[in-house]
Structures are given as C-alpha cells and as structure tokens.
C-alpha cells in the first residue's frame, strides 16, 4: 500500500545491516518532468528529484556512493526488475560503514520495491536474494577482555 503525503504518493521500506539503517522512499512520478519535492529536517532545504534520480542524505548518490562497482550494486533491485527510470528515490542513511550502509540500501530499495507490486516484483527480487537480511553484527565486548570481544588481557612475563 502506498502511503500520500499532500497527493504525493509513495512506498517506504527499512534495511538494515550490521550497524547501517537505511530507510528508502519510492516516489510515485507521473510523467518525466515532473519532480518530488522533499523537506530535510537537518538541512532545512527543499529538494528537487526528478525521475530516475536517486538522492542519498540529501545529495545525489554519485557523490555518497563514488565507485562503479558501488553502483552496479545499488542499481542490481532497479534493473533486475525494469524500474530504473520509474521512481524518484530518497533514502536516508545513518550509522556504520560505507559497506554496510550499501547493502541496507540494497535491501530497503528491494523491500520497496516489492511493496511496489508484491505478485511480480516479489519472484524476482527472492531468487536474486535481495530480499534476505543479513544479521550478522558486531559482537559485543565481554567484561575482563582486555578491550574488544574476543581479546585476552596480556599475562605478566616475570
């Protein structure tokens, strides 16, 4: 189901990996010069996406995610199923690494996608495994470690 806000309709899905959450929105655009107007509350900014546009944190995703194999990664749940120019796309990303934080991108953009129109989109995203969350994180510190999780406290030589 796809949620409206003042007649702009959109799907909104959450990924999440080790410590990266990404929250993803797939705008609805009807034509192709027609663009989303989206308010951050951080930069207190309006701004405009158009379709086929993807913005991360507020800029577009070429400056967050630089290199090509980054972006082959993130366009693999657009183009396995034929929606590259159909949404105008906005995630929000916080926490973690820049790994970490691509492959919740990768799963919030699936799970939108698939609230897009579950019957087809649903097949295709499951058999290319992009639907499958990934929970393994970080292990916590134990107490008496001499630091990290699994780090033993050094003994005396003498």
């Not at 995610?65 to 949404?87: C, G, H, I, M, W």
């Not at 916080?94 to 989109?121: C, F, N, P, T």
């Amino acid at each position: 189901m796809a949620k409206k806000i003042k007649n702009l309709q959109y799907y909104e899905a959450i990924g999440r990996r080790k410590e990266s959450l990404a929250r993803v929105r797939l705008y609805l655009v009807s034509g192709k010069e027609k663009t989303v107007t989206v308010k951050s509350k951080e930069a207190k900014e309006l701004i405009k996406i158009k379709q086929g546009e993807i913005f991360v944190n507020h800029k577009p995703i070429a400056s967050y995610f630089s290199s090509n194999a980054e972006k082959s990664q993130y366009l693999k749940p657009l183009k396995v199923t034929n929606n590259e120019d159909r949404f105008a796309v906005s995630v929000l990303i916080r926490g973690g690494g820049l790994v970490g934080q691509l492959e919740a991108l990768v799963l919030g953009l699936s799970r939108a996608i698939e609230k897009a129109d579950k019957d087809s989109y649903r097949p295709i995203l499951k058999k290319e495994g992009f639907l499958t969350r990934d929970a393994r994180t970080r292990e916590r510190r134990k107490v008496g470690t001499g630091g990290k999780a699994r780090r033993q406290k050094q003994s005396p030589k003498r």
